[in-house]
């Protein structure tokens, strides 16, 4: 069954919004989380990297101020996407990395926001 | 940065057929994963390689990694309609705890026709 879930699973907003989607780990605790975007048609761009109680470390390109990212507990960790425009309209997708009888890194099922 | 090439982007196979994506890095692969995706859903894993002419099967796919670790190869024998999706490969360092961010590559996107 699925160890990685996210939520909401799609969301549509309005430009000029916040957004805030939440990726969970399940049955184990996830000490990293990264946070993707796709695009349609295109492959997965990793956006930023999270790590329990510290600061997300930020791809080259990507906005912090934009793509705020908490990553509070070794459960949950939450994308939020202030003032979202158009442009921001994408697939989300977190991993989480931990221990479920080896380490592995496990994906959640995607998250799609339209902002209109 | 390390790129990762696929090839071909898109696959359109007659069910019963066997097909072969390929994924080329432009620097030396440390770990190689290989992934599926339905449209618009979350990643499957599928298997990783790490050691060079590595080969490993499950079901009905096998992976390979050429000896230079710079090529790696998803073949599918029989294909079926459950195999239809959009396959990546991932590249990334390896460690033993799994939190090495991977590199993607463009993405194959695989059709089965009855």
């Known amino acids: 069954g699925a160890v990685v879930s996210q939520h909401p699973s799609w969301v549509i907003c309005k430009s000029g919004t916040s957004v805030k989607i939440e990726c969970r780990s399940l049955?184990?605790?996830?000490?990293?989380m990264f946070w993707y975007r796709q695009f349609p048609k295109q492959s997965l761009m990793l956006m930023a990297t999270?790590?329990?109680?510290?600061?997300?470390?930020?791809e080259q390109g990507v906005e912090k101020d934009k793509f705020l990212i908490n990553h509070a507990s070794l459960t949950l960790s939450t994308l939020t996407v202030t003032s979202a425009h158009p442009e921001d309209s994408s697939f989300y997708i977190c991993?989480?990395?931990?221990?479920?009888?080896?380490?592995?890194?496990?994906f959640g099922p995607g998250t799609r926001l339209t902002v209109t | 940065s390390q790129e990762l090439e696929q090839s071909p982007q898109s696959l359109i196979v007659q069910e019963g057929k066997n097909l072969t994506i390929n994924c080329t890095s432009s620097?030396?692969?440390?770990?190689l994963y290989w992934y599926k995706q339905k449209y618009g859903e979350g990643l499957i894993f599928l298997m990783m390689?790490?050691?060079?002419?590595e080969e490993k099967s499950h079901e009905k796919i096998t992976a390979k990694l050429d000896e230079k670790k710079q090529q790696s190869s998803l073949h599918i024998t029989a294909s079926q309609p459950s195999h239809a999706g959009i396959y990546l490969c991932?590249?990334?360092?390896?460690?033993?705890?799994?939190?090495?961010?991977?590199?993607f590559g463009t993405g194959t996107r695989l059709t089965i026709i009855p």
């Open positions: 991932g590249a990334g360092p390896i460690s033993n705890f799994g939190n090495e961010k991977l590199t």
């Open positions: 620097k030396t692969l440390y770990g």
């Open positions: 390689l790490q050691k060079g002419g």
């Open positions: 991993s989480a990395s931990g221990y479920r009888g080896a380490y592995e890194q496990y």
């Open positions: 049955d184990f605790q996830a000490t990293t």
């Open positions: 999270s790590n329990e109680g510290s600061k997300a470390t930020y």
